[in-house]
RNA sequence: CGCGGGGUAGAGCAGCCUGGUAGCUCGCGAGGCUCAUAACCUCGAGGUCCUUGGUUCAAAUCCAAGCCCCGCAACCA
């Protein structure tokens, strides 16, 4: 029976440019799955779309001496092109900007308010007069009165890490200015999670197979009791709150964020020419919505985001959050500001998307942080992609051209003919559980078998032997190895899309690799089909001075 | 006592939930093969499973305490 999904993806902050973290965090986990159920011939949308709004965003462009439109549009651009080389399957890269978007935010809000989950509250909030903005928690510095640290930040203090207000700090000071801020009386918005702890319990128990540490953090905070959130910002560039007299404020970034994914399918079915299609996503309680984020983002897809769907009603609350753990370079953290880690761009420029993409996968941080390194890069392309996967499709296909030309056709099969077959369906089974499981790792060390099986076949059998000494024996060889390659291709195509398209179209079929075929794989072939041009499928990598430069540059 | 994750061969990791002769990939050593991108296959060397204590016939696995590393703490995936 066929499923729907939908793929949701953690917007990228469009205020600098992607790094690989992002990368193996996010984005690829949901790519593969996102291709590995179209294999199956489920019926799947995959969205996301670029956060633009928010404080960081107007204090880049400040720097840059820029309008934030201006620096939106740049990062929106290169992401959405970055993402594409990468050859990432995404039917809508949507933005936050974008007016359909804050119309869907506004009505999103205004359900809430009239449902009573949304309430206006006197606040008072940090303003600075020289730079005339509030501050958002972490723009206020000061002496910690704890332990007297002197940059301690408004919302905690580093050094003894207590959680502060930015009232609490002595002689405070705004972060980009350094002059000292008023408290101001303001009236802000708050969304009454208080009154959502039972719902979300309930929601969190009926979830299945979710990953222990997304369900542990969940579970804790729900525990300590939820707090009503402040949902509006004293700023401008932002969704205007839809209220009478409250224009001049702004929705907080991530309420309205986490409305992208909602917005996003709707602006994919006006693009698509059926503007209600995106009920289907949203209104099917049979769809399954899964979240790809980073482990960051936790409490916004497992508490506040479920609590407004809860508190909506009639919409789908997230199946899945299989939040990921954090990519490290050399045990660090990949950091934008101190230009640690590869940018997407600069490798793409580099390497063919999918060693990137191989690379990532084998080292994806499901369970705990993973460190990068270029020394694993290299040796992972050209000792497991290239020399037992790429040579094995490689090796087969060249000789099965040489002697015959076409995919021949098979004679009886052997007990080791059969029990190739068999190993190859075992890794088709343990590989598709594991990525429905979301464990991504696990299913390409699976499919990695399956390729050391087929090498292994290749050696027992000696086709090139066979083919002097017993031409049909040859043959069924040789076609057992085809089938073992294309199931293999299939297979790995959600990790590596670009070369098993190329391996596909040396078999001689047509181009693309259709969906819905992971399950007939293993298939007979077409006997006599003409293969097409047979060459390499992966580029070595040298271990060069370039490589020892970048090294050196990014390490 | 803020919360969470982790510590297993030279490197990177799985196994732990559901105790039963320590496994995988890379690297290293020896052999085989010669279809294949110096690729492939076979065999081998290499480990006090962080420490201590407990439960048990039996602990990497369960329990307790401790040490060390990392992340989060509501605006970094």
Redesign the pocket.
């Known amino acids: 029976m066929s499923r729907t999904i939908l793929v949701c993806v953690?917007w990228?902050?469009a205020n600098s440019s992607l790094?690989l973290?992002?990368i193996?965090?996010?984005w690829l986990p949901a790519d593969i799955f996102a291709r590995y159920h179209r294999l199956k011939g489920n019926r799947v949308l995959m969205v996301s779309g670029s956060?633009e709004h928010?404080?960081?965003i107007t204090v880049t462009a400040e720097q840059e001496k820029k309008s934030p439109q201006e620096i939106v549009d740049f990062f929106h651009r290169q992401h959405a092109e970055g993402l594409k080389a990468l050859g990432i399957s995404i039917d809508c890269y949507f933005r936050t900007s974008h007016p359909d978007h804050k119309r869907v935010a506004q009505d999103f809000f205004k359900e809430l308010y009239d449902r009573k989950l949304i309430e206006e509250r006197p606040s008072e909030a940090p303003y600075c007069p020289s730079c005339r903005r509030f501050l958002?928690?972490?723009y206020v510095e000061g002496v910690c009165p704890n332990c007297g640290a002197l940059d301690a930040r408004g919302?905690?203090c580093?050094r003894c890490?207590n959680?502060l207000d930015p009232s609490d700090l002595k002689n405070p000071r705004c972060r980009l200015c350094g002059q000292a801020p008023v408290f101001r009386e303001t009236r802000l918005h708050y969304l009454l999670l208080s009154k959502m702890e039972k719902p979300l319990l309930d929601f969190l128990e009926s979830r299945r197979g979710w990953r222990?540490?997304v369900v542990?953090?969940t579970r804790?905070?729900i525990k300590?009791g939820?707090?009503d959130?402040a949902i509006t910002?004293d700023?401008s560039w932002g969704v205007p709150v839809p209220l009478e007299g409250f224009s001049e404020k702004s929705l907080?970034?991530?309420f309205e964020a986490v409305i992208g994914y909602f917005s996003a399918t709707q602006q994919w079915a006006r693009l698509s020419g059926q503007a209600s299609a995106w009920k289907e996503f949203w209104e099917d309680p049979k769809t399954e919505a899964y979240y790809f984020?980073?482990?960051?983002?936790i409490?916004?897809h497992t508490?506040?985001w479920p609590a407004m769907l809860l508190g909506r009603g009639g919409l789908n609350l997230p199946a899945n959050v299989p939040?990921?753990?954090?990519?490290?370079v050399s045990?660090?953290?990949?950091?934008?500001?101190r230009g640690i880690?590869a940018k997407l761009n600069e490798c793409l420029a580099e390497f063919d998307s999918d060693q990137i993409r191989y690379y990532l996968a084998s080292?994806m941080?499901?369970?705990?942080?993973?460190?990068f390194?270029w020394d694993?890069f290299v040796?992972?392309n050209?000792?497991?992609l290239?020399?037992?996967i790429?040579?094995?499709v490689?090796?087969?296909l060249?000789?099965t051209q040489?002697t015959f030309g076409v995919i021949p056709q098979s004679g009886e099969l052997s007990s080791d003919d059969r029990a190739a077959l068999a190993a190859a369906e075992r890794c088709a089974r343990d590989a598709g559980l594991a990525i429905e499981q979301c464990e991504f790792?696990?299913a390409l060390?699976e499919i990695?078998v399956l390729a050391?099986t087929g090498?292994?076949y290749?050696?027992?059998q000696?086709?090139?032997?066979l083919a002097k000494e017993n031409p049909d024996r040859a043959r069924t060889a040789l076609h057992i190895a085809i089938r073992i390659c294309r199931a293999l291709i299939i297979y790995l195509s959600p990790y590596t899309p670009m070369m098993s398209q190329k391996a596909w179209a040396m078999m001689g079929f047509e181009a693309p690799v259709p969906n819905g075929v992971w399950d007939q794989a293993l298939g007979p072939l077409p006997a006599n089909q003409k293969l097409g041009a047979v060459g390499?499928?992966?580029?070595?990598i040298e271990r060069d001075a370039k490589t020892g430069k970048e090294q050196a540059a990014n390490l």
């Open positions: 953690a990228p902050y790094h973290g992002h193996a965090g996010t956060d928010g404080t960081p958002p928690d972490r919302d905690q580093d890490g959680t222990s540490s542990n953090l804790s905070w300590e939820l707090h959130r910002r700023l907080y970034v991530w984020i980073g482990k960051d983002n409490p916004f508490i506040i939040a990921n753990e954090y990519l490290l045990g660090e953290k990949f950091s934008k500001s880690g080292i941080p499901e369970t705990s942080d993973a460190d390194s694993g040796s992972r050209n000792d497991e290239l020399s037992v790429g040579n094995l490689n090796r087969v060249a000789l040489r790792k696990k060390k990695y050391q090498n292994q290749v050696n027992a000696a086709p090139w032997k390499h499928l992966v580029k070595r």
